[in-house]
């Protein structure tokens, strides 16, 4: 890498030891990992504020977006980013960045082929730019990590490259505005947004820069599946908070200026106390007695969950997975504990059939301890006919891409490493700069990517979906199933995936979607030739 591309704040801000150290120093190497695998990866913060208790904030859901225009068959939006205030813990004022005032960002609902076009406008103090995450995106609508909206006021500081994008000659940056065109030429599935700022994703996201993106078609209509009341997006993310009500995050410069990268305890990642579901802790939701489709996504930064639904009886119900992040499966996949790492999304139904009127179901995460350990609850309040069924087949347009399909074999090293005169998160060795191609690929192209962690690293590539072939030299896992974006590679585990790389030419990524890994180094291009 190059020093000076990288600029001297990073330097400066990942020189340290301590704890970091310890986890580079031979403390985590994989052979050590595999035998005591910890849960996640990252480090709590405690909030400074009285918590409220579970299951007394009934569950937002987000609002859905109203195009500004439908006409000549794209649907046209404007979202202003902008500071607002939020009352997230009930009777507490919490200032959030938004997209459009609230937290998470309003849904935007699309059809498949139908493409939608946002305008976003930047009212933020800092740079944003907006990936669609899972999106097949063109390159110039992807949400490149230096295509940054400047604020109308925004001025260097400093001569450094942050939110100038100076080491990147191909930034294409705008001021103030900036369309993106999303065309919608996917399979139907719940896609989400976020703020993908160059080394400040990670605590941009955590005030709030996150919404749903949900993509339907035909098929999935034809499988008659619970809509409506009884389809719920659930956007979990944890959080910290001061006791002022404000979200705490350790961030190195509060401003988000200037200097990237979280105080050296976080520097595995920043985990919070307080679970939401939709921006709301612990929430509560009455539901009737049938069968509900619920549509996770974890927005967390470096939470990991292994989500678990248990009756007043300690009965975990079945967690009938139909699709996983890039759409519905060949097949359902029945689950009682489901792990969910960051940016994975899962799509469940989940029968409340089977409790009695007046039951709750708690949403559990096996992975937290204390008050993490709870997600949210569900209180069944009233019986209700079925008219839904499981599908057998929810879809039948699965990539057939097979092992000797592929002309390449890739192999990359997702681990802690130095970076400049510290520490970060490399792959392949190297930490991220936008100015050096990474990895080419033909347009068209199959190829199996082996994909290599030292801890947790939920491993996700721009513009394809992929499937998982194998992990630690055996068969995936259950809820590995289908096609995916983003693959959670455990301590010490290698997985192989195979893609084509079909869509569109130009500049993307992968990168780590642990956001703290990812702003401190733990991204690559990827060229689509
Ligand atoms: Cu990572």
Request: net charge neutral.
């Amino acid at each position: 890498m190059s020093e000076r591309q990288l600029g001297f704040s990073r330097r400066q801000v990942l020189a340290f030891g301590g704890a970091f150290g310890l986890l580079t120093a031979g403390g985590l190497a994989s052979a050590a990992a595999l035998a005591h695998r910890p849960a996640g990866t990252g480090a709590l913060l405690r909030s400074a504020i009285a918590l409220p208790p579970a299951f007394q904030v009934p569950l937002p859901r987000p609002q859905v977006l109203a195009p500004v225009s439908t006409a000549g068959g794209v649907d046209r939006y404007e979202i202003t980013q902008r500071e607002a205030v939020a009352e997230i813990l009930p009777g507490v004022r919490t200032p959030v960045w938004t997209y459009g005032g609230s937290f998470p960002g309003p849904t935007i609902e699309a059809r498949r082929g139908r493409p939608t076009v946002v305008t976003h406008r930047n009212e933020l103090p800092v740079p944003t730019v907006v990936h669609l995450h899972g999106g097949r995106t063109p390159a110039e609508s992807d949400g490149y990590p230096t295509d940054l909206v400047l604020p109308g006021s925004w001025t260097e500081s400093g001569g450094h490259h942050h939110g100038g994008g100076m080491a990147d000659p191909r930034a294409v940056q705008s001021r103030v505005v900036r369309e993106y065109t999303f065309p919608n030429e996917q399979r139907a599935t719940m896609l989400w947004y976020h703020d993908h700022r160059m080394d400040f994703t990670a605590p941009a996201i955590w005030r709030g820069l996150a919404g749903l993106h949900i993509i339907r078609d035909d098929r999935e209509k034809e499988l008659e599946l619970p809509d409506g009341e009884r389809e719920l997006p659930l956007v979990i993310t944890d959080r910290a908070f001061r006791a002022d009500g404000s979200l705490d995050y350790p961030s190195l410069d509060p401003g988000l200026r200037d200097r990237p990268g979280v105080q050296e305890p976080y520097m595995a990642g920043v985990l919070g106390d307080v679970i939401l579901v939709n921006g709301a802790p612990w929430p509560v939701h009455e539901v009737a007695a049938v069968r509900h489709r619920l549509r996770v996504l974890n927005a967390s930064n470096a939470r990991h969950y292994e989500l678990e639904a248990v009756d007043q009886d300690g009965r975990a119900l079945e967690l009938v997975q139909i699709g996983a992040d890039q759409g519905l499966l060949a097949a359902p996949v029945t689950h009682r504990r489901l792990p969910l790492a960051p940016a994975e999304r899962y799509d469940l139904l989940v029968d409340f059939g089977t409790v009695p009127v007046g039951g709750t179901v708690r949403l559990r995460n096996r992975l937290g301890s204390g008050r993490t350990r709870e997600v949210m609850a569900f209180r069944v309040v009233r019986a209700q006919r079925e008219d839904t069924r499981v599908p057998s087949a929810p879809a039948t347009d699965l990539p057939p891409w097979r092992r000797e399909d592929a002309v390449r074999t890739r192999e990359f090293a997702f681990r802690a490493g130095k970076m400049g005169e510290g520490h970060g998160w490399l792959i392949g060795g190297r930490p991220f700069d936008p100015a050096r191609e990474d990895v080419s690929v033909r347009l068209g192209d199959v190829e199996v990517w082996r994909l290599i962690a030292d801890v947790h690293h939920p491993v996700h590539l721009h513009l394809v979906g992929f499937r998982i072939l194998s992990r630690g030299g055996r068969a995936p896992l259950p809820h590995d199933a289908g096609l995916k974006d983003t693959v959670s590679l455990r301590p010490g585990e290698a997985a192989e995936i195979i893609t084509g790389f079909d869509g569109y030419r130009g500049r993307y990524l992968f990168h780590c979607h642990n956001a703290e890994h990812e702003d401190m180094g733990m991204m690559a291009n990827l060229e689509v030739r």
